[in-house]
């Protein structure tokens, strides 16, 4: 005689809780749909084997503090998430100007300085070199006399780094040192926070990395 139990059918995913954590780092919180892109991302992850942690996830008592102490809060839980988790996953697409979004690169340095593999993604195909080039309000001029990789300048008189990564060096560097790799898509500009291609590659990658076989 068969047992009857209330349990629901495996759908041969292991838990949740037995699940690598991954935060998933990036612009998408300033969306209009900011859950719902959240959520499309952490069902990618989960086909794949992780858990995907989403700065929205914290649940936070915001109502009676005054701003700044909101923020602050914030920014502690999402220290408290990446904290928890076994890899970060960056959205490094350029954001508000020609890098990455600024909280977005904190959160990279946060992990690489607590030993977590970082990887990264972006939906911008130029390098960080050509989009300085391309958003400067004036040509870029050369600089006599300078080392190769600092031989333009823009019109503030300020050298353009140009190493030919995706990013600023030092958020590609704790990317590469930390064994994260960076995958670089093209997509129009109005997908631009929204397709999941490379995204998609990253975690690839992460259950490569973390996922029991």
Do not use: W
């Not at 990036?26 to 086909?47: H, I, Q, S, T």
């Not at 939906?123 to 080392?147: I, M, Q, T, Y």
């Not at 670089?184 to 397709?195: H, S």
Request: net charge neutral; charged share 25%; hydrophobic share 35%.
């Amino acid at each position: 005689m068969t047992k009857k139990t209330d349990r629901p059918p495996s759908s041969g995913r292991p838990p949740s809780s037995d699940r690598p954590k991954v935060y998933l780092a990036g612009p998408e919180v300033f969306l209009r749909n900011a859950v719902e892109a959240g959520a499309a991302k952490v069902e990618l992850c989960a086909r794949h084997g992780l858990e995907g942690k989403y700065p929205l996830d914290a649940q936070l008592d915001l109502g009676d503090l005054a701003l700044a102490e909101r923020a602050y809060a914030i920014a502690r839980a999402n220290e408290g998430l990446i904290g928890n988790c076994d890899a970060l996953i960056a959205n490094l697409t350029p954001f508000r100007g020609p890098g990455a979004d600024t909280g977005t690169a904190y959160e990279v340095g946060y992990a690489r300085g607590r030993g977590i593999p970082v990887f990264g993604y972006s939906n911008h195909h130029l390098s960080f070199f050509e989009r300085v080039r391309k958003f400067d309000p004036k040509p870029l001029k050369h600089r006599a006399g300078s080392e190769p990789t600092m031989a333009f300048e823009d019109s503030d008189r300020m050298g353009v780094e140009q190493f030919g990564l995706a990013e600023n060096l030092m958020v590609i560097g704790a990317i590469h040192e930390s064994g994260g790799s960076i995958v670089v898509g093209r997509t129009k500009r109005r997908d631009r926070y929204t397709d999941l291609a490379a995204f998609e590659d990253c975690v690839k990658q992460v259950a490569a990395l973390l996922v029991q076989k």
